[in-house]
């Protein structure tokens, strides 16, 4: 079965500084790419950047960036400059071709923004 | 394009009730899925259409839910004899598709919170 772990359950970071949220998982799938999603307090989810796994070239979206290592099966955020508007949940979620791109979901990270 | 939608944005019934929520996709958007997320928690996947076709469903949807996509547009998904574990937020998302693999991604609605009394 497909996991994810994200084992930081919360972050606090100061404005204007960055922050890393990691993430590793578990598939057997050999075509797949990976989310991180954003949900603010009270607020819909939003797609924060994606990486395809195909693509050794990590993803980079603004200010959020990702450090993808297939090998380890991890897929950390960076978030550079952080500002007081990316206080929210975050989630990292994987889909594989072979489970018709299907979203498994991590428990999620709480990010505090410190002004 | 206004996004997903849904509604109503909360709800609270009573134990035993039955209840229906309403999920508008972004037009065009060929996959619709539904998620339930408790507090805390990330979404656990209830059950996702291609079209009108109802191509999975979870364990975790009990013969009390059912859910419908007809004509391929909007979706319904209904709670029979709700019960206070029922108590939580159900997302809505779409996402294209097919194609390339960029069609596979996300969106998601703001959710219906339900309460179960």
């Known amino acids: 079965a497909q996991t994810v772990t994200q084992s930081q359950p919360e972050m606090s970071v100061q404005e204007a500084e960055t922050v890393t949220l990691s993430c590793t998982y578990d598939?057997?799938?050999?075509?797949?790419?990976l989310f991180w999603y954003k949900q603010p307090p009270s607020r819909q989810m939003i797609l924060v950047i994606r990486?395809?796994?195909?693509k050794q070239q990590n993803a980079t979206e603004n200010r959020f960036s990702v450090n993808f290592q297939k090998a380890a099966k991890s897929f950390s955020l960076k978030i550079s400059d952080s500002q007081l508007g990316d206080a929210a949940m975050y989630f990292c979620?994987?889909?594989?071709?072979?489970?018709?791109?299907?979203?498994?979901w991590g428990a999620g990270t709480k990010l505090i923004i410190k002004p | 394009d206004t996004g997903v939608s849904q509604n109503p944005r909360h709800k609270i019934t009573k134990r035993g009730q039955n209840v229906t929520f309403r999920c508008d996709p972004i037009?065009?958007?060929?996959?619709l899925y539904w998620y339930r997320q408790t507090l805390g928690q990330g979404p656990e996947f209830l059950t996702y259409f291609q079209n009108e076709a109802q191509l999975e469903k979870s364990r975790l949807l009990s013969d009390r839910f059912s859910a419908e996509r007809p004509k391929g547009s909007f979706s319904t998904l209904e709670i029979q004899r709700t019960e206070q574990g029922d108590s939580a937020m159900y997302l809505c998302a779409s996402s294209l598709g097919f194609g390339s693999r960029g069609d596979y991604e996300q969106y998601f609605g703001p959710g219906t919170r339900l309460t179960v009394t």
């Open positions: 037009s065009e958007h060929n996959r």
């Open positions: 990486q395809e796994a195909y």
């Open positions: 598939t057997s799938e050999s075509d797949y790419y």
């Open positions: 979620a994987p889909g594989g071709v072979d489970s018709n791109y299907q979203l498994i």
